[in-house]
């Protein structure tokens, strides 16, 4: 922190007011909704809501954080692999049902949050602690800086994705058809709950949880990552938590399919449900690293006194041309 007050120091008065960030009066408003109506439906859930209503609810829950996790991080932020039009219609209904605002939105602030990971420009503060990632950087608005980057950030492979186009173009109607009606009519109309017990549970409890496992890909790595100077025979949370180098593993070579979005690797659902997806002909281009070829690009890059990454990309492309199609089948080869 000392780092920032020196650079604060030296930023006059128009650098503050162009980096400055202000709170987003109606996403605070949002957040406030989602925690005090969210925790009513934890009580609705407990006391007076049917089983297939909530059976209903984990079910859209689940498809919600797919569309996050294998939709908009694994697939569209960082092209670990290609899907088929009808798998991104559905992974863009999935994402639809998250409430997290546009696919194309999304996709540009993490390829944001990775080009400027742990610095001051990184809208989800990846620099500062995992609450700020968590919550507070996610109610406030973007700084003139920010807005500026943004416009930056490569986005020509989305925007020749006309389904995450369609997406962006009809957002609000689509917001309220798959989040909030469908969600809502359901359990209320077929499975004779009462309205109230559908609203809380089936919209606003699954918003907080879909909510908060959506952020948590922005934030996880502060509690899986083994960060500098942690020492985790000290700690017993090393007893309920797994920390890995996995976190630090998917911001130095994004475009792994295997890198789970919360510490695990290839062993997590997310890269289940690509495997299986694969299988099925749905996914393709399945990108991942292999550990040999990461041991050669560090060999390389000591050797040859060249950039890290530069050579472990070298190596990965050697690779992949060598490797079989359908290599996503062979569970151990690639962990
Ligand atoms: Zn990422």
């Given at each position: ?74 697939l ?6 290609t899907a088929v039009?009808?798998l991104r ?194 996914a ?52």
């Amino acid at each position: 922190m000392a780092g920032d007050a020196k650079t604060d120091k030296k930023d006059t008065q128009g650098d503050v007011e162009f980096k400055k960030r202000d709170a987003s009066w109606p996403l605070v408003l949002w957040y406030i909704h989602v925690y005090i109506l969210g925790t009513y439906g934890i009580y609705v859930t407990f006391t007076s809501a049917l089983w297939s209503t909530i059976l209903f609810t984990t079910v859209l829950t689940l498809l919600g954080i797919l569309g996050v996790t294998v939709g908009v991080h694994r697939l569209w932020a960082h092209r670990t692999f290609t899907a088929v039009a009808p798998l991104r219609l559905f992974l863009m209904l999935c994402q639809t049902m998250s409430g997290q605002g546009t696919i194309y939105s999304r996709v540009q602030a993490h390829r944001l949050h990775h080009a400027y990971f742990q610095k001051d420009e990184d809208p989800y503060y990846s620099k500062h602690n995992f609450w700020y990632a968590q919550l507070h950087g996610n109610m406030l608005k973007y700084s003139r800086q920010q807005e500026q980057l943004l416009k930056e950030v490569d986005m020509s492979d989305i925007e020749n994705d006309k389904i995450v186009m369609f997406q962006k173009r009809y957002y609000v109607l689509l917001y309220i058809l798959i989040n909030v009606l469908l969600p809502v009519n359901t359990p209320f109309q077929y499975f004779g709950e009462a309205l109230n017990n559908s609203l809380f549970v089936s919209f606003w409890l699954r918003s907080l949880i879909v909510l908060n496992i959506g952020n948590l890909v922005n934030s996880a790595h502060f509690i899986w990552s083994i960060h500098k100077g942690f020492k985790p025979t000290d700690s017993n949370s090393i007893f309920f938590i797994t920390k890995s180098f996995w976190p630090q593993f998917h911001y130095l070579l994004p475009n792994d399919y295997l890198s789970g979005e919360f510490g695990d690797y290839a062993n997590g659902t997310g890269s289940t449900v690509i495997r299986v997806l694969a299988a099925l002909d749905l996914a393709k281009d399945l990108h991942t690293v292999s550990s040999v070829a990461v041991r050669n690009g560090l060999t390389e890059a000591v050797e040859k006194n060249r950039p890290i990454i530069e050579c472990i990309n070298e190596q990965v492309k050697l690779e992949e041309s060598l490797r079989p199609f359908n290599h996503f089948l062979n569970r151990d080869k690639f962990m």
